[in-house]
């Protein structure tokens, strides 16, 4: 790594707290389904209901203890309310035994695995929609039996449980003056305990999902955070604030516009010069332990306001533009998790963030900047404001780490929006094995993401008649997020390299109820597990 100049943040660091969303935690226990001591008295069972070739219903229900009646009774209950395991249905019973003992089930649709054995994804619907009825109908403790018929692990399944508990039941209220009280405070995990080991995979899978939990909830704090709290500087802080559990092993710098304009990242300084707040630049450097690991660099976009510059969004397109750092959210908090984790993979995170609007030095179309490696640009647009800040985090990471592969993601787009409609975010690259690797990863995580070709024609939209190339098509404004991979392909050299264009994307409302979804750090935590595999 290449000495640079450099000025720690340390008493922003310290003295400024996380910004947070939510205060809420979750109590989980874990009970041996042999067990016959259970009470379900005044609590609630989670049954996820499947169909398979032989049978319309099946239940999920290896639950401890004595069976309540009302459980033994339901498939009959569920046929006359035409419940359908294959829908998106959820159904609610109870059992009042006498004035003080209440027994309630909630039967949620988990699929039909007559083809083939049910995913992942639909155990995360089914328990997130059962979740959301039990915090409905004010129930605290709920319990839920690791089902039998998804074709994962028991520690991977508990992780889930773990997850989507925290996610499905996500509020940010932080700034609300009076809160409704929170329902569902404690689930109770049931399993077959055969050995010692089997209890040990769902304790694991339950803490291993707790930290991504946090790291999701936190990034949703960040992205829902309006833009006069959330500023440049106090992301950046707040980004050294959520690494200081492994300070040991995290180094972090954080760059401010002086040391910017000196390092020559004049893309970055070209964005934020409209802006009266001062835009920063956060690197954050993990070393493994393991020799050979590889070196994988995570570039996140950090607009935390975007108006367009001249380029003016319109009120419809800016009403949600507190959201654009998105990217620089989820490289942070994927580095939490990663180290964790302890991957090993070396991971460098750049992160730069700024503003995007208006005064009488912001940038103008047709200005003229030259970039950190060197390339002039044409700003035809000042709303293509992302790929510039990118381009230089990519080439200052490349300049100063070497990394062995590069990933950039943000939300870059309005043609990623118009093209998938939100059910997919678009990723392209330089590498197939690293595109394959992406797919892998983000079908396991269940964040969609869909390949979309970079090629001459596409980059020969970005020819200027007086730089090296312009932000975007002067002429064409079609294929809009290949013109944005074709920019930032221009700054990567030969580095294998994805980017992920996260524009409008949304997940699942069984577990993403409120705001803006935090899509992306599962897949970039999943991606560097398999990438540390290949070496």
């Known amino acids: 790594m290449k000495k640079s100049l450099y000025i720690l943040i340390v008493s922003i660091t310290v003295s400024l707290p996380l910004i947070a969303g939510s205060d809420r935690e979750f109590i989980f226990d874990i009970h041996d389904a042999t067990s016959a001591t259970e009470s379900y008295c005044n609590e609630a069972l989670i049954v996820p209901v499947y169909q398979t070739a032989t049978a319309d219903c099946m239940l999920c229900n290896d639950f401890a203890g004595e069976i309540p009646p009302l459980l033994t009774n339901l498939i009959p209950l569920l046929k006359a309310r035409s419940f359908k395991p294959s829908g998106n249905d959820i159904a609610l019973f ?114 291993i999902g707790t930290n991504m939990a946090m790291a999701l909830c936190q990034a949703r704090d960040w992205i829902n955070a309006p833009a006069n709290l959330l500023t440049p500087m106090t992301l950046a802080a707040n980004a050294a604030q959520f690494v200081l559990p492994y300070i040991a092993k995290i180094e972090t710098i954080i760059f401010e516009k002086e040391d910017i304009a000196r390092m020559g990242l004049r893309g970055l300084l070209s964005v934020a010069q409209g802006s009266d707040q001062p835009c920063a630049l956060v690197v954050h450097y993990l070393k493994s332990k393991r020799p050979q690991a590889p070196t994988i660099a995570l570039i996140g976009k950090g607009i935390t306001f975007n108006a367009g510059g001249l380029s003016i969004k319109t009120h419809a397109e800016m009403a949600t533009m507190k959201t654009d750092m998105s990217g620089a959210a989820a490289v942070f908090t994927a580095l939490n998790v990663i180290a964790y984790r302890n991957i090993p993979a070396n991971i460098v995170v750049v992160a730069p963030l700024t503003e995007n609007v208006i005064n009488g030095s912001a940038a103008k179309p047709g200005d003229v900047i030259t970039m950190l490696n060197g390339k002039t640009v044409e700003i035809v647009n000042t709303d293509a404001d992302g790929r510039i800040i990118i381009a230089d985090a990519l080439a200052y990471a490349i300049d100063h780490y070497k990394p062995d592969y590069i990933i950039d993601i943000g939300s870059l787009t309005k043609s990623c929006l118009h093209t998938f409609g939100g059910s997919y975010a678009a990723i392209m690259g330089n590498d197939a094995n690293l595109i394959a690797r992406a797919q892998k990863a983000a079908a396991h995580t269940g964040e969609a993401v869909w390949h979309l070709p970079l090629n001459k024609e596409y980059a020969a939209r970005l020819k200027s008649d007086i730089a090296d190339l312009c932000n975007t098509s002067k002429f064409d404004r079609t294929a809009g997020a290949q013109n944005a991979g074709c920019f930032l392909q221009e700054f990567v050299g030969s580095t294998p390299w994805l980017h992920i264009d996260t524009a409008g994307v949304k997940q699942a409302r069984e577990y993403n109820p409120q705001g803006h979804s935090s899509f992306g750090i599962r897949l970039l935590v999943e991606l560097v597990e398999l990438l540390a595999q290949d070496k």
């Open 94 to 207: 109870t059992d009042l035994h006498d004035t003080d003992t209440l027994t309630t089930v909630i039967a949620s649709s988990l699929g039909s695995n007559v083809a083939q054995p049910l995913p992942l994804e639909a155990f995360r619907r089914s328990f997130g929609r059962a979740l959301q009825e039990a915090e409905k109908n004010n129930i605290q403790t709920v319990h839920v039996a690791i089902p039998p018929c998804i074709a994962d692990t028991k520690q991977q399944i508990a992780q889930e449980i773990a997850i989507i508990t925290h996610l499905a039941l996500y509020e940010y209220n932080a700034l609300k003056t009076v809160k409704k009280p929170y329902a569902v405070k404690r689930v109770c995990v049931h399993a077959h305990m055969e050995t010692p080991q089997a209890f040990k995979e769902v304790n694991i899978g339950l803490r």
